[in-house]
Structures are given as structure tokens and as C-alpha cells.
């Protein structure tokens, strides 16, 4: 009878114990799959991240390339208004006349000023001339094409 008694005691703590593995397998188990889990977020976590400084990386480029190609234009065309040709141009810089006229296309554009005692091409409303709207016709009324 002891020994039966024995047999059952051992059977009963291995279960226990088995029981125990098993409980604390199944939670290690859980935080296995939960932190995969976060590993997949921190990877989308991540790629959207380097997708949105990428972004703001190359935009950052682009402007400085703009304004960098902008005042390369700027000096070929003071170069030019000093008198140099673009072939010439090419020669001191070293680069083909190509290159030189496409560091010119860059180049900000100029505004073209008439000096006519500071009168401007448009008058007051726009209209051409410096009249403005109505000068031209007794009363201040223009015919239109229905009437005309």
C-alpha cells in the first residue's frame, strides 16, 4: 500500500510540474508572438520613416540644386553682359558650351524696365497706354461689338 501511496504521490507532483512547464510555455509562448508582432510594427514603423525623411532629403536637394544652378546661371550671364561670349565663357570655366547654356537656363530672368518719366506700359486700371478705362470715349462708356 506505501508503495502504491509513493507511486501516486510522484505521479501527482510530475502532473503538477508538467502542468506548471506547460502554463509557463503557453505565457513565453504569448510573449514570443507579441513581440514579433511589435518587431512587424517597428519594421512599417520604420520604412514609413525613412520614406518621409527621404522625401524631405530630396526636396531639401532639389531647392539647393535650384539655387545653386540659379547663381551658376547668374554669373555666365554677368560673364555675358561683360562681354564674353559663351564659347568663350566654356573656355574659362573648363566646361562645354552645352553646359554653359544650361547653367543659363537657370539663371533668375531679368525684368526688362522702360525709363519714360516712371510712366508704366499699363495705366492706371490696366488698359495700355497709361489711359485708363473710359479716357478715350465722351461720357466714359466703350462701345462694345453689339452696339459698335
Not at 40 to 50: C, G, H, S
Not at 78 to 88: A, F, I, R
Not at 91 to 102: F, K, P, Q, S, Y
Not at 111 to 140: C, F, I, M, Q, W
Request: no cysteine; proline share 2%; charged share 30%.
Amino acid at each position: 500500500m506505501e508503495a502504491r501511496r509513493r507511486a501516486r504521490e510522484a505521479t501527482r507532483r510530475a502532473n503538477e510540474a508538467r502542468a506548471a512547464r506547460e502554463k509557463a510555455n503557453i505565457e513565453s509562448a504569448a510573449n514570443y508572438m507579441v513581440a514579433k508582432a511589435r518587431l512587424a510594427e517597428i519594421d512599417a514603423w520604420e520604412t514609413e520613416r525613412l520614406a518621409a525623411v527621404t522625401q524631405q532629403v530630396r526636396a531639401e536637394a532639389g531647392k539647393r540644386r535650384a539655387d545653386t544652378r540659379a547663381e551658376a546661371g547668374a554669373a555666365i550671364r554677368l560673364l555675358q553682359e561683360s562681354g564674353e561670349t559663351l564659347t568663350t565663357i566654356a573656355e574659362l570655366t573648363g566646361d562645354g558650351i552645352g553646359e554653359v547654356r544650361a547653367m543659363l537656363r537657370h539663371a533668375p530672368k531679368v525684368e526688362k524696365r522702360t525709363a519714360s518719366n516712371g510712366s508704366h506700359a499699363l495705366g492706371v486700371d490696366g488698359e495700355k497706354g497709361g489711359e485708363r478705362a473710359g479716357d478715350s470715349y465722351p461720357g466714359g462708356v466703350e462701345p462694345n461689338a453689339a452696339t459698335a
